[in-house]
T-cell receptor, first 117, second 116 residues
């Protein structure tokens, strides 16, 4: 298993450009998440998905969009890049068993470093 | 909403020493999970240890153990026989239980440096 993979590893964008950060997991996890990590800070949740076709906002969703057409893929879209979106972006996934009340650990991808100039 | 506080921005110890990283959290939830993640210079987020709030016994993973004080809302990480490879950022994180898809709430992190 490759686990959670993210592409690209690093990208420079000009203000106003758009791009899609890719995230794929091969663990058949139903839950997937996008976080951003600003310098000197912990991670903050942008969006999450509980399964194909279902997404919801996290703590800092403004300026981003997501879609989940398959179990494996959860891309993050930046429409009009702004300097405030300079950050490191992490995708994560987890599996919620059918047993209620048990929450599995989130596994993280290697991150995408984005610089908006 | 939950908050997680790590009051030690940076710590430095000698190799083979024992070090304790502090974490406190604030929540009105009764069912939740706590985690410590390690982030080396590669930036990969690596799970170190997890604790279920309903378990009274403190979690241990080899050289890593926690001191979970539910009433005090404290969740410290102890690293025994520290090694050079333990040098990294360490993040404390909280997650609500109950089967929802809530994400993790992270502290700001502690930069741990192990000196040779």
């Amino acid at each position: 298993n490759a686990g959670v993979t993210q592409t690209p590893k690093f990208r420079i964008l000009k203000i106003g450009q758009s791009m899609t950060l890719q995230c794929t997991q091969d663990m058949n996890h139903n839950y997937m998440y996008w976080y951003r990590q600003d310098p000197g800070m912990g991670l903050k949740l942008i969006y999450y998905s509980v399964g194909a076709g279902i997404t919801d906002k996290g703590e800092v969703p403004n300026g981003y969009n997501v879609s989940r057409s398959t179990t494996e893929d959860f891309p993050l879209r930046l429409e009009l890049a702004a300097p405030s979106q300079t950050s490191v972006y992490f995708c994560a996934s987890s599996y919620l068993p059918r047993r209620a009340g048990i929450q599995e650990t989130q596994y993280f991808g290697p991150g995408t470093r984005l610089l908006v100039l | 909403a939950q908050t997680v506080t790590q009051s030690q921005p940076e710590m430095s110890v000698q190799e083979a020493e024992t070090v304790t990283l502090s974490c406190t959290y604030d929540t009105s939830e009764n069912n939740y999970y706590l985690f410590w993640y390690k982030q080396p210079p590669s930036r990969q987020m690596i799970l170190v240890i997890r604790q279920e709030a309903y378990k009274q016994q403190n979690a241990t993973e080899n050289r890593f153990s926690v001191n979970f004080q539910k009433a005090a809302k404290s969740f410290s990480l102890k690293i025994s026989d520290s090694q050079l490879g333990d040098t990294a950022m360490y993040f404390c994180a909280f997650m609500k239980g109950g089967g929802g898809a809530d994400g993790l709430t992270f502290g700001k992190g502690t930069h741990l440096i192990i000196q040779p």
